[in-house]
């Protein structure tokens, strides 16, 4: 098929198309709407972009993302040192950051287990982690994990291997959303939510 573009073009929604969300169609779409927002959108991306380059690296003790290590959250003197809160990635850390939920410092595994992918307990930093879990200052461990097989057999494979720290390790609550209806909620998370009940 002839190109009606040049392989410069070609190239840039090529690489649009490798973000997430975006097939070749919305790439090509992002792609026009860039060339046309040229001054105001593209120019300021580019830049951005650089700078992201250039400055933004993985906190060593944590995992986070940001433009210094050890990152912001972990050099945050009002936060509790006492508790980890271990995410597989650094979007569930941002998630957990938007909605306030916690005031300690974090973990990021970089995954969860998945035999059927691949990924074994090499492929995440669980040997960081249980090295954190034996700190003395840390007094409890949350996994923060997905309610899915991989992320709970994860949460399980950290659990026996700190199991000698003299530390708590909670889960977070199954069950009711806020705002949900009993109604529409699948037999799983109901009675998971039943189990779980907590006094009123
Ligand atoms: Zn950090």
Redesign the pocket.
């Known amino acids: 098929m002839a190109s009606v573009t040049g392989p410069e073009i070609d190239r840039l929604i090529q690489l649009l198309a490798r973000l997430p969300g975006l097939g070749p169609r919305s790439a090509r779409r992002a792609a026009l709407h860039l060339i046309k927002k040229r001054e105001a959108l593209m120019t300021p991306l580019a830049g951005a972009l650089q700078v992201a380059i250039d400055k933004i690296r993985v906190?060593?003790?944590?995992?986070?993302i940001?433009t210094r290590?050890?990152?912001?959250?972990?050099?945050d003197a009002r936060r509790d040192p006492s508790i980890i809160v271990v995410v597989a990635d650094v979007a569930d850390l941002w998630a957990l950051e938007r909605a306030g939920a916690s005031s300690g410092?974090?973990h990021v595994l970089g995954g969860t287990l998945s035999p059927l992918d691949g990924v074994g307990p090499q492929d995440l930093t669980i040997d960081a982690l249980v090295s954190r879990a034996h700190d003395p200052r840390v007094t409890e461990i949350v996994l923060a994990l997905n309610a899915t097989v991989d992320g709970q057999t994860t949460a399980h494979y950290i659990t026996d291997l700190i199991g000698d720290a003299n530390v708590r390790v909670t889960r977070l609550a199954h069950g009711v959303p806020v705002g949900g209806e009993l109604d529409y909620l699948d037999e799983g998370t109901l009675s998971a939510a039943m189990r779980q009940r907590t006094l009123f």
């Open positions: 906190c060593e003790t944590c995992g986070n940001d290590s050890p990152c912001t959250v972990c050099t410092l974090y």
